[in-house]
């Protein structure tokens, strides 16, 4: 029996029982701009008002404060991001 056939399955056993440090789901800014996203698709899906780059700040205040409160200092990417996202 070679050494690789025996070490092989312990390999995989360490690291699919090692936790991941940080995942999407538990960073505050990946999740205030989800939840900022989903609140424009849902104007967007509704058909009753036209959300374009040039006036998005207008819907979904709070989700977008709460964008600005935890993405602080990084912000102005992420909001050029967004005009992106609305001008596709």
């Known amino acids: 029996m070679h050494l690789r056939q025996l070490f092989a399955p312990l390999l995989v056993c360490s690291i699919s029982a090692s936790p991941l440090s ?9 999740e205030a701009f989800e939840s900022f996203k989903s ?14 780059s040039s006036n998005y700040s207008e819907f979904c205040t709070t989700e977008l404060d709460n964008l600005k409160k935890v993405s602080s200092a990084s912000y102005p990417a992420i909001q050029n991001i967004i005009v992106q996202w609305l001008s596709q």
């Open 22 to 30: 940080v995942t999407a789901q538990e960073d505050p800014v990946y």
């Open 39 to 52: 609140c424009i698709k849902v104007i967007q899906e509704s058909g009753e008002q036209e959300v374009t």
